[in-house]
């Protein structure tokens, strides 16, 4: 067996020295996703693994699912069943056995071969260790491949004294949060529903997720009402997923974004020859909805026509398909959203009343982002973390005045509107070469880097199409004009994207 060396050799008490110091570090982050990332960064960086995973309970119970994990090394695929498949019988073993696990071949190794997850991920060389020991907070797992050698006695001492040291730091991030649960009104909710990316805990996101929580389990219409870019569609998915056809399929249509005399045959489908484009048999969005939901966003825009069949699903849950004269059976569940008054509407004749009562069986504002602004800093660091792995860039995050800039900002396109923000001032942080997004970044080329609530501008329209305009030059400049790659990222259509540029009579810079 190899020994540790000489606790007199200089170049291991300047290892251990900045091991602690980085532990030192580890205990001032406060939220545990920070914590896990730069925590399982030390380990695969002390072991030279190629792949780690880390995961965190906060109740002794360890047969229940972790409440945070991390992965490293892993392809984009790969991360989203990790969990599952990253060989949970070695996993299991640390955990149970409250021991370090180390093998050279898991896959070659009696106690870990005959797993099926051990065969199936080829599992060579492998450290698995409890975070703490008498009463294990959690594991760390490391694996290397076959051409990076098998890991040392020094590499388990290491990790040994990384998980013990990180088992007191996890206790307090636990303590912390139980803290912040005890006064977060959306707690409760959380503990119910699954949700996802869903942020937030202000008095008014507790509202809608409690809302929420008492339809999903019901088979009956919900109509969501709220300003353009408030979650209407995250919200639809979160009471599919939490409902009795979470299984189904989740089908979307937005009911403005299909010309007129299309909408029908979009929605209920079209028989060979129906209309001038209907060559085959169209399969609509309530066939490939059956047995789930279908969710009808901008449902305020559907022409009287389409809403005389929409009618009729809801009632008797059968339709007819542009073309057809026999009637199918349509078992699905219908979620609307709008941002228009669709009370007004119906009282001048542009929407049908008795459709109207029928879609809002339980209706659910969302509020807009103005009447949730507690939740502007965590979900301006969720989006920061989320533009950081989706575009590749260094791990960002938002400086003290940046967080004090989004919080005083009007956001009149809501989420939407504060997402696409973050997103293109983590572009410019990243393009400066610094790791903190400022006021700045966020409101380039206005006074003092700021958009606050006290600017005045003419009309609202008019400050909404500047933001607008200044986002959309942004997203072309950092994409080198690419229009394409323009939609993506701000989730329009190229089409859209064209129509803005000669809207705005941008133009691009020469040279």
């Known amino acids: 067996m190899e020994h540790p060396p000489d606790g007199n050799d200089p170049s291991q008490l300047r290892r251990e020295r900045d091991l602690y110091l980085r532990l030192l570090g580890l205990g001032h982050l406060e939220q545990p ?23 965190l309970h906060d109740t002794d119970d360890r047969s229940a ?5 991390i992965a490293k090394g892993f392809s984009a695929d790969q991360v989203s069943s990790v969990r599952e498949a990253i060989s949970r019988g070695i996993v299991a073993e640390a955990i149970a056995t409250g021991q370090t696990i180390v093998t050279d071949s898991a896959q070659d190794d009696p106690r870990f071969k005959s797993r099926e997850s051990v065969r199936l991920g080829k599992i060579k060389a492998v450290i698995c260790a409890p975070v703490g020991r008498d009463r294990p907070r959690g594991v760390v797992y490391l694996c290397r491949e076959t051409s990076a050698g098998i890991f040392s006695e020094d590499d388990r001492l290491r990790v040994e004294l990384l998980a013990h040291h990180l088992a007191p730091l996890v206790d307090r991030v636990v303590l912390k949060l139980r803290a912040q649960d005890s006064a977060d009104p959306t707690a409760p909710w959380r503990a119910k529903l699954e949700l996802d990316g869903v942020i937030g805990r202000s008095a008014a996101m507790a509202d809608v997720l409690k809302q929420s929580a008492l339809v999903a389990p019901l088979d009956v219409a919900v109509l969501l009402t709220g300003g353009s870019g408030t979650g209407k569609s995250q919200l639809a998915r979160v009471i599919h997923a939490n409902g009795p056809r979470a299984d189904g399929a989740f089908i979307e249509l937005n009911c403005a974004a299909l010309p007129t005399e299309l909408v029908e045959s979009e929605l209920f489908g079209a028989e060979a020859g129906a209309h001038s484009t209907a060559t085959r048999r169209i399969p609509g969005k309530v066939e490939a909805a059956n047995r789930g939901t279908l969710f009808l966003d901008e449902i305020g825009e559907i022409p009287l026509a389409a809403q005389t069949k ?13 073309g057809s004269t026999k009637a199918v059976q349509a078992d699905v569940r219908v979620i609307a959203a709008t941002n228009a008054d669709l009370k007004r509407a119906a009282a001048e004749k542009r929407f049908r009343e008795d459709l109207f009562y029928r879609l809002q069986v339980w209706p659910i504002r969302v509020p807009a982002l103005a009447e949730r602004a ?9 989006f920061c973390a989320q533009v950081c792995a989706q575009h590749r860039l260094p791990r960002l995050e938002l400086s003290p005045n940046g967080v004090r800039a989004v919080q005083t900002a009007e956001w009149p396109g809501n989420i939407r509107e504060l997402a696409h923000a973050i997103e293109a001032a983590a572009i410019r942080a990243a393009g400066d070469g610094v790791l903190r997004i400022e006021r700045e970044h966020l409101f380039p080329g206005t006074p003092g880097g700021g958009r606050t609530r006290a600017r ?36 329009i259509t190229r089409v859209h994207v064209y129509n803005l540029i000669r809207a705005f009579g941008l133009e691009r810079e020469s040279g």
Request: glycine fraction near 2%.
């Open 33 to 55: 996703d920070s914590f896990l990332d730069e925590a399982l960064a030390l380990l695969v960086e002390l072991t030279a693994a190629s792949q780690g995973y880390l995961e």
């Open 65 to 69: 699912p972790p409440r945070w994990w």
């Open 310 to 322: 929409l009618l009729q699903l809801l009632e008797s849950k059968t339709y007819y398909s542009l």
């Open 374 to 382: 507690d939740d502007i800093p965590d979900l301006a660091a969720f």
């Open 456 to 491: 005045q501008a003419s009309t609202f329209q008019h400050a909404t199409r500047q933001f607008q305009a200044e986002l959309l030059r942004d997203v072309l400049h950092d994409t080198g004009w690419n229009v394409s790659e323009a939609a993506r990222r701000l989730d």
